[in-house]
């Protein structure tokens, strides 16, 4: 599955868009992460315990959002990004959104240098 951030992947054209596609992870750390974290929080820098969490979340929303577009029949992603909120202050929600797409190289269209 490709997935990129712009709105297309260079030397290939859209055949069909096949609509809006997303993955949601909402997490919580356990009280022992928190209280970790609280304690590293004191002493400054970065607070490793979110950052593991959020890299983890961000990843699973990842997997979601191309599990979606699969059964979509879909083989890219345009336009991705990330949105992330906070839930009740102890829960944090990633979501990860774009456009899913069929498309296929263009043997007309410039090719990026390698």
């Not at 990129?4 to 997490?27: I, N, W, Y």
């Not at 959020?54 to 699973?60: A, F, G, V």
């Not at 456009?99 to 390698?114: F, K, M, N």
């Given at each position: 599955?490709?997935?990129?951030?712009?709105?297309?992947?260079?030397?290939?054209?859209?055949?069909?868009?096949?609509?809006?596609?997303?993955?949601?992870?909402?997490?919580?750390?356990?009280?022992?992460?928190?209280?970790?974290?609280?304690?590293?929080?004191?002493?400054g820098g970065e607070i490793k315990e979110?950052?593991?969490?959020?890299?983890?979340?961000?990843?699973?929303?990842?997997d979601r959002m191309v599990s979606n577009?699969?059964?979509?029949?879909?083989?890219?992603?345009?336009?991705?990004?990330?949105?992330?909120?906070?839930?009740?202050?102890?829960?944090?929600e990633i979501v990860a959104y774009g456009?899913?797409?069929?498309?296929?190289?263009?043997?007309?269209?410039?090719?990026?240098?390698?």
């Open positions: 599955m490709i997935i990129t951030t712009t709105p297309f992947v260079p030397g290939h054209r859209v055949l069909e868009a096949k609509g809006q596609v997303f993955g949601l992870v909402v997490r919580s750390r356990g009280l022992a992460g928190n209280i970790s974290a609280g304690l590293r929080s004191l002493v979110y950052t593991e969490l959020l890299e983890d979340t961000r990843r699973q929303a990842l577009a699969t059964l979509m029949g879909a083989n890219a992603i345009l336009s991705m990004r990330f949105d992330s909120s906070q839930l009740g202050g102890s829960m944090s456009t899913a797409v069929v498309i296929e190289a263009d043997a007309g269209a410039a090719q990026p240098l390698e």
